[in-house]
Structure formats: structure tokens, C-alpha cells
């Protein structure tokens, strides 16, 4: 470091500031969620007729005895969306109690069978649809031959992370999340809205208070140093002090021990931020977040596991189709050792589950749950059906969202849900658009003022 | 292991651990902790992808259960271990060798199942009826899905 910008006095021109790498992180967990709600309305927007309601409509309307409007109603909707949380709940605390009975092959097969019957069943429908609405000519032999091979190849990236390339794995996290997405798309619209609603309420109190089922489940899992199996996504890590993106991934972190048991969550950016702060504050012996060579009996990981299970994303509905709840696993990450840091101490794999919340892995990427990718996608997705102008608001709205999260996470420092400020959001935007922009937007239009 | 890359210090471990007599021979201007790595990575992703002894295993597992009817697996082997199939036998370093033929098997066999997939689809979607007959619509996926009624579930 021999040069030294005359410019900035005292400030080693090599060190990286919070900023440098704090923008990408936010970035790296931006991008995907807005490749996943870009699908969804590009599905959306492909496929779905208002004139020929799905039959999943027709199967709720029908079973919830029909009320107005075709089962389109306020009072079906709530109870809807209440039989959905109760669900989500229930199969939750049967995930915390298999957790807690160290049933994990249990958990991953039911984690991998969920994924594959996403990727397969509704993958399948979704191709299908598109083969049909576009008239596209491809025979049955061949769609017969690649559907399978898609589904299993994408169902092993999710599951299997260290036997994929990295963009394969998110990548099929990805598609797993705008599958649902667009299956939850098609429910009744009052029910969607009220299904979000009352998904941003459950997280927010699953994660928040005391005896909710993923907090209990996240308390469980440090307590036992262990991993909850489940899908989350996680971000490429970006080094900040190394200046590229070189990276120990899920190499463990031996922080300072002194966050709680409770912070799965915040702890990445606090320790992003922390790291960065240290990493600038020019200390030689800067937080062994990296090597982590000090700690040698410390084998565990000495952070609490942020490891919320992953809650169903998907419930069944008791009238309509049953769905295989989605339960998100969050797959033990095997330990990328990597073999020049052969002195360090062996971490266990370490994961990080954050089912519904948000989070930093041990490699201070961002980790987002897919619960979260599906419902911010299901919102969009929704407002893509009416026109183009809600899809716009919805995503700058649960963009605004997902950024304040992360910087409530960053203040509190334990873990969040990341559900409740977007959805918010999104639904006070999608609401606005509709009665007021537009109204406003097609005064200006027709009286040629502005287009 | 063997795998070296030129200008890198001899011992592998040697730049990443703070060692004073080894100052001299990293550059300077990284700093005490953060040396390049030394090692050549077999897979796409670098240090963050597999380490070189699980490679091999990996390589040879997805290349026998590509047989299985799943192709894709051999895609993957390929694209995951893009470093290995890029360097050319001469250069690559001695712990690519192990990994190269599963590699450059997987690698044929998907280049083989592709030809033959696009071209028996691309007969199919240019020949059309002209070619097939009546047999045409029989085949066609959205008339099958229709005859078995699988889209109706999402209408």
C-alpha cells in the first residue's frame, strides 16, 4: 500500500468502508428477489385470464359453500387466510417438535420431497400452461424426457448446495420460489390480500413473541448448536477486505460471544458491520471473522445458529387442492473447508435458517427465507393482474421494505421477520395506485397533459 | 496436493497463517493475512466450490448416475467443473487428472443426448404433419395434456 491518495488524509487508500461492500451485500439479496417477482408477473401476465377464473377458485368458492361474487368475498377470504395461518402454525410447531426429537432425516426427506413435488407438479402445470397458452409444438417424448430431469437436477441444486455451482443452487431456490408464487397467484383476490395480511401478522408474531413456533424453533436450534434443515437463500458473500470477491463460503465465523441466542437474524449485518468497523478502525489484529484461527477449541460454532425453521410457506387448504407443505429446510450446509486453512478448527456445518426473517450467514452474506421471496412475489404478482402501474409501486414498496429491514436488523440485532414492513408497504402502495394514481394518472392522460 | 499455480509461495498454507519468516515472500501490498490462494480450484466457484479431494468422488458420482436417465447431472458435472474441462491436459495440474475423464465422459454423453433430443424435437416441430401424418397431433404435448387432462388442475 505504498500509495497513498493525497486526498484522503489518514484513511489507507486499500481499506474498504462500510459502504463498499454493504451496497453489494444489499445488492446480491436484491437481485434475486427482483428476478423472482419479475418471473411471477411475467407469468402472471402470460397466463392468467380474468375471463376464465382457475379452478382452484371454483374449488374454494364451491367448498366455502359460495358466497358472493363466487366465493370471492370478504368473510371467505378471512377465514381463508385464517385456516391458512392456523395451518402454517401447527405444522410449524410439528416441525420444532420433530427438531427437538432429532428426527432430522426425517425433516430433510420431507424437505426434499416438497421441493421436488414443487418443482415437479407445479413446474410441470406451469410448462404445461405455457406449451398450451402459446401453442408451442413440442412432443410429448421430449417433454416427457426433460420435465423429470429439470425437476430432479433443480430439486438436487436447492437441496444439495455443495454439489451444484452456486448459481445453480440459487437459481433453483429461485424457481422453486416463483412456482409457488404462482400457484398462490391464483387464488380469489380478496383471499390473496388477505392471505398476505394475515402471513405478515403470523410472522411477526412467530418470530417476535415469546412462544411463537419459529422463535421457538430458532432457540431450539442455537441451544443445541445445531441446523435446521429448510431453504433459504443466501447470497454470494462479498469480502470486503480482500477487495474481491474471494471468499471462505460458510467458512465459520468464531465471533465474540456475546450475541444472544436470540439473534439469528440481525447477526449478519451487525457482524458485517462490525466487521467492517474493524476491518477500518486499521487494528492488526482485526476480528478473526475470516480465520478464525484463535478460537481453536472453540470447534462449534460459538454464534448462535440463526436457525429458524423454516415455517410451511405453503399450507393446504382444507377445501381446495392439498398442497405438500412447503416447509422450507434449510439443508446442512457441509462445511466448505477449504483446504489452505488447514489449521483452522473444523466448524459443524453451521446453518442459519431463517424461515420467515432475515439474516447473515456465518460468511456474512445476506440469507433471505423463501417464504419471504414467495410472498413478496405473490403481492406483485397480484397487483400484476389488475395493470402494470400497481406492479410498478408494489415492487419500489416492498424493495423500500426489504431496505428497511435490513436496516432494523442492523439496530436491533436479533432476529426479524422480513415479511411484515414489505407487505405493509406494498399493500398501503397497492391501494393508493388503484384509488388514487390511476384515477390521477388517467385524468392526465385523457386530458393529454402527461402520459 | 500438487496443485500449484506459478508465483505462488510453495507451501500452500504458508500465506494465509501470520508467519514473520514469511513475510518476505508474500507481495506487500496484501497485508499479513490475506495472500492469494495458492491453490487451482477444480471447480467453477473457487474457493467457495469443492475442495480438490472431494472432487474426484463428486465427478465420478454424477457421472454414473447421469446413466440413469438423467442427462442434466452430466450438464452439471460439466459446468461445475469448468476449470478442469478448460485446461488442457498438458498444463493442468496433477490433481486434475483424476477429475478430467469423468469429466470429459460427462461432458460427451451430454453433447451426444442434446444432438439427439434437438434434433428428434426439431423433425418434430419443422416436419409437422407433413412428415408424421395424423400421428402429429397424437404427439403434440398440449393436445396430451389436454386428452389426460393435466393442466386442468391450474386451468
Redesign the interface.
Given at each position: 500500500?505504498?500509495d497513498a491518495a493525497p486526498a484522503v488524509p489518514g484513511d489507507p487508500p486499500?481499506r474498504a468502508t462500510v459502504l463498499d461492500s454493504l451496497g453489494e451485500d444489499i445488492t446480491r439479496i436484491v437481485y434475486p428477489v427482483s428476478a423472482c417477482m419479475l418471473l411471477v408477473v411475467l407469468l402472471v401476465s402470460l397466463l392468467s385470464s380474468p375471463d376464465?377464473?382457475?379452478?382452484?377458485t371454483a374449488s374454494i368458492a364451491a367448498a366455502t359453500g359460495g358466497g358472493g361474487g363466487g366465493g370471492d368475498n370478504i368473510p371467505t377470504a378471512l377465514i381463508t387466510a385464517l385456516t391458512f395461518v392456523v395451518t402454517v402454525t401447527a405444522a410449524t410447531f410439528l416441525l420444532a417438535l420433530l427438531f427437538y426429537l432429532r428426527c432430522t432425516p426425517c425433516l430433510r426427506a420431507y424437505l426434499g420431497f416438497s421441493a421436488l413435488a414443487v418443482l415437479l407438479v407445479l413446474g410441470?402445470?406451469?410448462a404445461?400452461?405455457l406449451?398450451?397458452r402459446l401453442?408451442?409444438?413440442?412432443?410429448?417424448?421430449?417433454?416427457a424426457?426433460?420435465l423429470p430431469?429439470?425437476a430432479?437436477?433443480l430439486a438436487?441444486?436447492a437441496l444439495a448446495p455443495?454439489?451444484?455451482?452456486?448459481a445453480?443452487h440459487q437459481a433453483a431456490l429461485v424457481a422453486i420460489a416463483v412456482l409457488t408464487a404462482f400457484?398462490f397467484t391464483?387464488l380469489p383476490e380478496w383471499t390473496t390480500w388477505a392471505l398476505l395480511v394475515a402471513m405478515a401478522v403470523y410472522d411477526l408474531a412467530a418470530v417476535l413473541l415469546p412462544g411463537g413456533p419459529l422463535r421457538v424453533l430458532l432457540e431450539l436450534a442455537i441451544e443445541r448448536n445445531e441446523e435446521i434443515p429448510a431453504l433459504v437463500y443466501e447470497a454470494?458473500p462479498v469480502d470486503p477486505?480482500?477487495g474481491r470477491n474471494?471468499?471462505?463460503?460458510r467458512e465459520g465465523r468464531q465471533p465474540g460471544g456475546d450475541l444472544d441466542a436470540s439473534s439469528t437474524t440481525v447477526e449478519v449485518i451487525e457482524e458485517v458491520l462490525g466487521r467492517h468497523l474493524d476491518a477500518n478502525s486499521g487494528n492488526?489484529s482485526?476480528p478473526q471473522f475470516?480465520?478464525a484461527?484463535t478460537s481453536a477449541g472453540d470447534v462449534n460454532n460459538s454464534r448462535p445458529q440463526a436457525t429458524l425453521a423454516a415455517a410451511l410457506s405453503s399450507s393446504d387448504f382444507t377445501q381446495a387442492?392439498v398442497v405438500p407443505a412447503l416447509q422450507e429446510h434449510r439443508v446442512a450446509v457441509a462445511e466448505?473447508?477449504?483446504?489452505?486453512?488447514?489449521?483452522r478448527p473444523e466448524r459443524s456445518g453451521e446453518e442459519e435458517e431463517d424461515e420467515d426473517g432475515i439474516g447473515l450467514s456465518s460468511s456474512g452474506a445476506i440469507k433471505l427465507g423463501l417464504g419471504d421471496f414467495i410472498f413478496y412475489s405473490v403481492l406483485v404478482g397480484r397487483a400484476a393482474m389488475y395493470d402494470y402501474m400497481t406492479v410498478y409501486a408494489c415492487y419500489l414498496a416492498i424493495i423500500a421494505g426489504l431496505g428497511i429491514t435490513l436496516l432494523l436488523l442492523a439496530f436491533f440485532r436479533k432476529a426479524l421477520p422480513a415479511l411484515p414492513v414489505s407487505i405493509a408497504l406494498g399493500v398501503v402502495f397497492y391501494v393508493l395506485t388503484r384509488t388514487l394514481l390511476e384515477e390521477f394518472v388517467v385524468q392526465c392522460s385523457t386530458n393529454l397533459l402527461m402520459f | 496436493m500438487e496443485a500449484r499455480v506459478a508465483g505462488v509461495p510453495e507451501d500452500e498454507e504458508s500465506g494465509l497463517l501470520p508467519r514473520p519468516s514469511t513475510a518476505g515472500r508474500r507481495p506487500s501490498s496484501r497485508g499479513p493475512r490475506f495472500p492469494p490462494p495458492p491453490a487451482a480450484w477444480a471447480t467453477v466457484d473457487g474457493p467457495l466450490g469443492l475442495p480438490l479431494e472431494e472432487a474426484e468422488g463428486h465427478a465420478r458420482r454424477f457421472f454414473l448416475w447421469g446413466f440413469a436417465c438423467l442427462p442434466f447431472l452430466w450438464a452439471i458435472n460439466c459446468c461445475y467443473f469448468w476449470p478442469v474441462l478448460r485446461s488442457p491436459a498438458a498444463f493442468s495440474p496433477a490433481a486434475f487428472g483424476s477429475i478430467r475423464p469423468y469429466v470429459v465422459r460427462s461432458a460427451i454423453g451430454f453433447t451426444i443426448f442434446s444432438v439427439v433430443l434437438i434434433t428428434w424435437a426439431t423433425t418434430f416441430i419443422v416436419g409437422g404433419e407433413r412428415l408424421f401424418g395424423p400421428g402429429w397431433n397424437d404427439l403434440v404435448m398440449y393436445n396430451v395434456a389436454d386428452k389426460l387432462g393435466l393442466s386442468g388442475f391450474m386451468g
Open positions: 500500500m505504498a486499500a376464465s377464473p382457475s379452478p382452484l410441470g402445470q406451469v404445461l400452461l406449451l398450451t401453442r408451442l409444438p413440442l412432443d410429448a417424448v421430449s417433454f424426457l426433460l430431469n429439470a430432479g437436477a438436487l441444486a455443495a454439489s451444484v455451482p452456486i445453480l400457484w391464483l454470494r477486505r480482500h474471494w471468499r471462505l463460503w492488526g482485526s475470516r480465520e484461527a387442492e466448505m473447508r477449504v483446504p489452505l486453512i488447514q489449521p | -
